[in-house]
């Protein structure tokens, strides 16, 4: 129930094209879906989120599609560029009464755009 | 920008001894965060701090585990006797309020 199922593990992708980045959870009460870029050697950067009381959200080339009646939600990039090649993690957050706000990870999607 | 800092980037301990990592949150941010990372797989939250005091933990935040917000500013992770299986990517993080969490560079732990 806590967990975040991401797929795929590893995606290549050519320069231009889009990305697609699945997560799916089970848990209803998480209530907010961040999206996190890590490159090597680095820390997490968020990226973009969604809470669910919207369908989308678009900033620049990323966009955040969710289905809550599905329970999934997906990243795209459009037009993905070389810089774009990092390790991408969706996570989810649970709206439990109190201070806890821990996140829940998916495993991680290895992207490489190929020039 | 502000962000969030942590040092050291790098930590080389024995098995058994004690090792502190330090974090310096963005400073109006009010929850602080521990997650680790080992090589490979997914991040695992740790514990979350609040009101100077923990707000949740983890099964894996046993009682080796400490953290304390001992300035202020700093926020610490000590860990009292390191397993082997304590190497890993240490992460901090901060939020001001219940969502956005934004992350240090990290320390490698590496026991040996």
């Known amino acids: 129930q806590q967990q975040v199922k991401q797929s795929p593990q590893s995606l290549i992708v050519q320069k231009g094209g889009i990305s697609i980045i699945n997560c799916a959870y089970e848990?209803?009460?998480?209530?907010?879906f961040p999206w996190y870029q890590q490159f090597p050697g680095k820390g997490p950067a968020l990226l973009i989120a969604i809470r669910p009381d919207v369908s989308e959200k678009k900033e620049g080339r990323f966009t955040i599609s969710f289905n809550k009646s599905a329970k999934q939600f997906s990243l795209h990039i459009m037009d993905s560029q070389p810089g774009d090649s990092a390790t991408y993690f969706c996570?989810?957050?649970?709206?439990?009464?109190?201070?806890?706000?821990?996140?829940?990870w998916g495993l991680g999607t290895s992207l490489a755009v190929n020039p | 920008e502000p962000e969030v800092t942590q040092t050291p980037s790098h930590q080389v301990t024995q098995m058994g001894q004690e090792v502190i990592l330090r974090c310096v949150p963005i400073?109006?941010?009010?929850?602080f965060y521990w997650y680790r990372q080992i090589l490979g797989q997914k991040v695992e939250f740790l514990v979350s701090?609040?009101?100077?005091?923990?707000?949740?933990k983890s099964e894996i935040f046993d009682d080796q585990f400490s953290v304390e917000r001992p300035d202020g500013s700093n926020f610490t992770l000590k860990i009292r006797s390191t397993k082997l299986e304590d190497s890993a990517m240490y992460f901090c993080a901060s939020s001001f309020e219940r969502y956005e969490q934004y992350f240090g560079p990290g320390t490698r732990l590496t026991v040996t």
């Open positions: 701090f609040y009101n100077n005091e923990i707000s949740e």
């Open positions: 996570a989810a957050r649970t709206a439990i009464a109190g201070n806890n706000r821990k996140l829940i």
């Open positions: 848990n209803t009460a998480f209530d907010y």
């Open positions: 400073s109006n941010h009010l929850y």
